[in-house]
């Protein structure tokens, strides 16, 4: 009996301490968690290491001593080597272009990394724990020749490298020895990852751009076989055997299970936290559990791991999920630890040193007598820094309790899809497909201001007025509207520039081949510009908003946005623009504009035929900064205002203002100076349904007021972000105001010209203004901020904020418990 009693204590003691030990990491993960400016949440697991802008690959060597991460951000790119054992970064260094391709020799003596658009693979030796570049395996000339390698994969034995690339969509084989080219291969589609078979007779390659795995024997050297996947698939994972392949595909938020011998998918994961949601999950990382019997799937999008069971290949079963940081890129398993690349890092934050103003991306340059000091520019692009998560393999305990902690950081729920917040009566419907008595949604996307820029001398906004560039004078139309209707203080733009802006604006997302690729060419390596439509595999699986209008019935039409010279970009926009509406040219005012779409909007509305929905882009806001001979800062800008009042004035006039509603957003707001965060910008709202004299302190972004337009005109939410997102139904009132707005004539003359001969000026006369962000956003910034506050004036450092603690209102006390609410759901569901 005693020998029983002790027995049952001991098990008391181990439940207890079990319990104490759990409760430990529930508080631990609570006291991590930071809201970010999309309003989701993180909680990230274990410990980390720094790494530097966006972490895209993390290779690991044969004795699984060393981890090498290649960081491929828009500022400093660079190549870590970690000791695994120690868990300390052992070296760091710089390299000028680099992209994804990463891998060590199976000796370990040698570590090979793509170069990005130089269109070569960098040999570095390690010695001493050191990366020593050795040699360059040269595939052509830099770019302009396109090339790119990506992923790339060597056979040891046989002394071969295998390079696929992005850009020339090819798979080049090499000769490791001589460095000749031995054979290259059409792709057709960009390729992503290539992988060897364990028994290097087959190389499998994921088709980024193709939805499709491609199967090389590497004796004959000729493509064998073809395996649809899903959408934009990346990440390849082999058993040991070589039994099963799986393939991460970032826009369907699934893993496809492929049976190798038998060339077809066996089964597909979906690795999203709920059934049938819409893209948003970007699964883009895979790694399996030293015994094979557990799979780790990176979910960028969710900033979380989905973890299965795959003991059993065709009836695999979810075991739960584990938070991580932002934006997780690639997981690898050593032992019993799971390594984690957070290509965003814990949070965002300003930049502490500041940027020495007018120097390029990459670096600042100090003189010192006759010598030359070099130090890393702090840009906003780049402030994310990555981090390396270090996490245990959790039990079933640990996991159920970090599946908690993602559900609750995840503001996305299945249910939110087809309802939304807000209150009955109120003209923003709180179904899909439910009415509004608006009919007619204007939607106009302008270039790239923060609010404290514009409209931080705005009574009752949150606001300093020390960042201020544009104030009352020089945009009055813009204060009028925010005065009249409803004062904007607390909107973040979800994207960071143009490339990836103008996609968040008009679909809710940027896609996984976006979100990599823009910072190779903003950071002046290489590359063309991939948003708007501009690259088929940069574009949503379901397309944009003007394809979801299209499904439902919806009429659409757009005037510059998508469309260029009279062209439109994307299929669906053929036939549904105005062929004589300027797109994207800094030599055409936007009042000039606002002529041409009055022009058609007469027309339209005279013959009944005025669509539901019309896009349009005053981009003039943009500026040309201090280019000798072409309009200042101040008249583009009050250009763009009188515009945007004009343009409210003749809708607010005409026959269809009584069932009407006007969004205003910026694409991204240039990542320029703002005391809250760099990704603040204005935003406006005019309607007779529309609030008049209201001040709105609600946390909204693009995304919420996609949902908004979504829900006026019964779309269904295009991505997890505008389904998780917040209605703006506290900017709207049930009863209309059909009083006219009446616009204000610019208090600038709108012929004034750049006449300067300074630093900034002549600066300004060698950018490239024939395209939104061909200049550097953080030095385009810096050229604004000297053109307005002098040429001596130096820029506040822009503003990274992770909102770990946020002045409480009503509003704010709501959704916490609304949250709660959803969390407590969650869990019972579970």
Not at 649 to 657: A, D, F, G, N
């Amino acid at each position: 009996m005693k020998v029983i009693l002790q027995f049952v204590y001991c098990l008391l003691l181990v439940f207890v301490a079990g319990a104490q030990k759990n409760d430990q990491l529930e508080n631990d993960l609570d006291a991590k968690r930071v809201r970010l400016p999309n309003g989701w949440h993180l909680s990230p697991a274990g410990s980390s290491l720094p790494l530097g802008d966006l972490p895209l690959n993390l290779a690991l060597s044969r004795s699984q001593k060393w981890l090498a991460v290649t960081n491929n951000g828009q500022s400093v790119q660079s190549i870590q080597l970690i000791n695994a054992r120690k868990q300390v970064i052992a070296d760091n260094i710089v390299i000028p272009k680099s992209w994804y391709g990463l891998k060590f020799s199976a000796d370990e003596k040698f570590l090979y990394a793509s170069g990005g658009n130089d269109n070569r693979i960098m040999k570095y030796a390690i010695i001493k724990d050191k990366l020593v570049l050795q040699d360059s395996i040269q595939l052509g000339k830099p770019w302009p020749v396109k090339i790119s390698p990506a992923g790339i994969e060597i056979d040891d034995a046989a002394g071969l490298l295998y390079v696929v690339t992005k850009e020339d969509n090819s798979l080049y084989i090499v000769n490791l020895a001589s460095k000749a080219i031995l054979q290259k291969l059409p792709l057709r589609k960009e390729a992503y990852a290539c992988l060897l078979s364990p028994d290097k007779s087959e190389l499998y390659i994921s088709l980024w751009g193709g939805d499709k795995v491609l199967v090389l024997d590497t004796k004959e050297r000729k493509i064998t076989a073809e395996i649809p996947v899903g959408d934009n698939p990346n990440e390849l994972l082999l058993t040991k055997k070589g039994t099963y392949l799986y393939v991460a595909n970032a826009n369907d938020n699934s893993v496809s299970v492929i049976d190798i011998q038998q060339r077809k998918v066996l089964e597909v994961l979906n690795a999203a936290l709920y059934p049938a949601a819409p893209e948003g999950t970007t699964s883009n990382g895979l790694a399996l559990s030293t015994n094979e019997k557990t799979l780790y799937v990176a979910n960028a999008d969710n900033n979380c791991l989905a973890v299965f069971d795959v003991s059993e290949p065709g009836s695999t079963r979810s075991k739960g999920f584990i938070p991580v940081g932002w934006y997780p890129t690639n997981i690898k398993v050593i032992g019993k630890k799971l390594w984690v690349t957070n290509g965003k890092g814990f949070s965002s934050f300003a930049n502490p040193n500041g940027p020495s103003p007018l120097r390029p991306r990459g670096s600042v340059v100090r003189h010192k007598g006759d010598s030359t000091e070099t130090k890393e520019v702090e840009y906003i692009g780049g402030l994310m820094k990555g981090t390396l998560s270090i996490i245990q393999e959790p039990n079933d305990a640990a996991l159920a309790i970090y599946s908690g902690a993602v559900y609750k950081n995840t503001p996305y729920s299945k249910e939110g899809e087809l309802s939304a917040q807000g209150e009955k009566g109120n003209p923003i419907p709180m179904k899909v497909g439910d009415p509004s008595p608006i009919k007619h949604v204007f939607y106009i996307i302008k270039e790239n201001r923060t609010y404290d820029q514009v409209l931080s001398d705005m009574p009752g906004g949150n606001g300093d007025t020390s960042l201020l560039l544009f104030g009352k004078y020089v945009t009055p139309n813009q204060h009028k509207l925010a005065g009249e209707f409803v004062l904007l203080d607390n909107f973040y733009a979800d994207g960071e520039v143009s490339a990836d802006g103008h996609n968040w604006s008009t679909s809710a997302h940027a896609t996984d081949f976006l979100e990599k690729d823009w910072p190779t060419s903003y950071g002046g390596r290489g590359g063309s510009y991939p948003g708007e439509g501009k690259r088929a595999a940069a574009n949503p699986k379901k397309g944009f908003i003007w394809d979801y209008c299209q499904r439902a019935g919806v009429t659409f039409r757009t005037y510059g946005e998508f469309a260029d010279d009279g062209k439109a970009n994307i299929p669906v926009l053929e036939g549904h623009l105005c062929p004589y509406y300027t797109d994207y040219n800094l030599a055409v005012r936007d009042t000039t504009r606002f002529y041409q779409w009055r022009r058609e909007f007469d027309s339209l509305v005279a013959a009944g035929a005025l669509p539901q929905f019309n896009s349009m882009r005053f981009g003039n806001n943009h500026t040309e900064g201090l280019r000798t001979g072409r309009p200042t800062p101040f008249a583009h800008v009050a250009d763009n205002d009188w515009a945007v009042g004009l343009f409210v004035e003749h809708l607010s006039k005409s026959p269809v203002w009584k069932e009407s509603a006007v969004f205003i957003v910026e694409d991204d707001a240039q990542n320029g100076p703002d005391h809250v965060d760099a990704h603040r910008t204005i935003a406006f709202v005019a309607s007779p349904y529309v609030k008049r004299n209201y001040v709105d302190h609600t946390m909204y972004s693009t995304s919420s007021m996609l949902r908004t337009m979504e829900l006026i005109l019964g779309l269904p939410p295009m991505s997890q972000y505008d389904a998780a997102a917040i209605p703006m139904w506290r900017s709207f009132t049930a009863t209309p105001d059909y009083t006219a707005y009446q616009s204000v004539p610019a208090n600038v003359n709108l012929n004034d010209k750049n006449t300067a001969n300074n630093a900034t000026a002549r600066l300004s006369n060698t950018l490239d203004f024939t395209k939104e962000d061909r200049i550097p956003d953080l030095l385009f910034s810096q050229i604004i901020w000297k053109a307005v506050k002098g040429e001596e004036s130096i820029m506040p450092a822009p503003r990274r904020s992770s909102f770990v603690k946020t002045v409480k209102g009503e509003e704010d006390e709501e959704e916490e418990e609304r949250e709660r609410e959803e969390a407590q759901k969650k869990q019972k569901r579970k």
